[in-house]
C-alpha cells in the first residue's frame, strides 16, 4: 500500500506527543525543585507549560506527515478538518496523566521508571506500525476499546488518510476517559500540592 508511509507516521507522531508530554509532565515540579523554593508560582503551571510546549512541537512535526501525504498522493477530504477533535482529546488526556504523574513522582521517585514500562505497553497496543485488523481478528480486539491512545489515533487516521468520519464510539469513549484523567490528575495535585516542597 502506497499510503502505508503516512498510517505509520500518523500513529507514531500521536503516541510520540503522548509519551515525550507525559514523560516530561511527571519531571516538571520535581525536576523545577529549586525554582519551586525560591520562587511563588501555581505549581499546576510547571506541568502545563511542559504538555504545552511538547504539543507546539508536535504540531510543527505535523508538517512532516503533510509533505509525505503530498508527495504519496494522499486525497484530501472535508473530513481533514475532523483531525482536531482527536488531538484535542489526547491533549486533554495527556494534560490528565502528566498531572497524576507529576503528583506521584513528588513521594515515589520510581515511577518515571514504571511508566517507561507503560508507555512502551501503550505503544504496542496502539497499532502504530501493523494494521489493528490482526489483532481484532485473535479474538484480542478489546485491547483497542480500553486504550485512549489508539481511539485518537484510530480516529485521527479516518480524517486524514481515509477520508471518512470519525468513530462515535472511539470519540465519546477516549473523551470521557480524558476528561476523567484531568479531573482525578487536577484533584490529586490540588489536595497535594502544599507537600510538595517538603519531598523535592
Keep these: 500500500d502506497r499510503t502505508y508511509p503516512v498510517y505509520i507516521l500518523c500513529g507514531r507522531l500521536l503516541y510520540a506527543f503522548f509519551q515525550s508530554s507525559t514523560k516530561a509532565g511527571l ?12 520562587v511563588y508560582v501555581p505549581k499546576y503551571i510547571y506541568v502545563i507549560a511542559t504538555i504545552a510546549s511538547n504539543f507546539v512541537t508536535f504540531l510543527i512535526s505535523l508538517i512532516v506527515l503533510v509533505g509525505v501525504g503530498m508527495v504519496l498522493h494522499v486525497k484530501v477530504t472535508v473530513y481533514v478538518f475532523q483531525a ?14 502528566g498531572l497524576i504523574l507529576a503528583t506521584l513522582n513528588v513521594f515515589f521517585r520510581d515511577i518515571e521508571y514504571i511508566w517507561s514500562v507503560c508507555t512502551m505497553l501503550i505503544m504496542y ?23 485512549p491512545v489508539y481511539m485518537c489515533i484510530a480516529n485521527f487516521r479516518n480524517a486524514i488518510l481515509y477520508g471518512k468520519p470519525m468513530n462515535v464510539s472511539y470519540t465519546v469513549t477516549s473523551a470521557v476517559i480524558a476528561v476523567v484523567c484531568l479531573v482525578v490528575g487536577a484533584g490529586l495535585f490540588y489536595k497535594k500540592q502544599d507537600k510538595f516542597i517538603l519531598y523535592v
Design 84 to 97: 482536531v477533535v482527536p488531538l484535542i482529546i489526547l491533549l486533554v488526556f495527556s494534560l490528565g496523566v
Design 27 to 38: 519531571k516538571a515540579v520535581s525536576g523545577n525543585a529549586a525554582m519551586i523554593k525560591k
Design 125 to 147: 497496543a496502539s497499532a502504530i506500525f501493523y494494521f489493528p485488523e490482526r489483532v481484532i481478528n485473535t479474538g484480542n480486539g478489546w485491547i483497542f476499546n480500553i486504550n
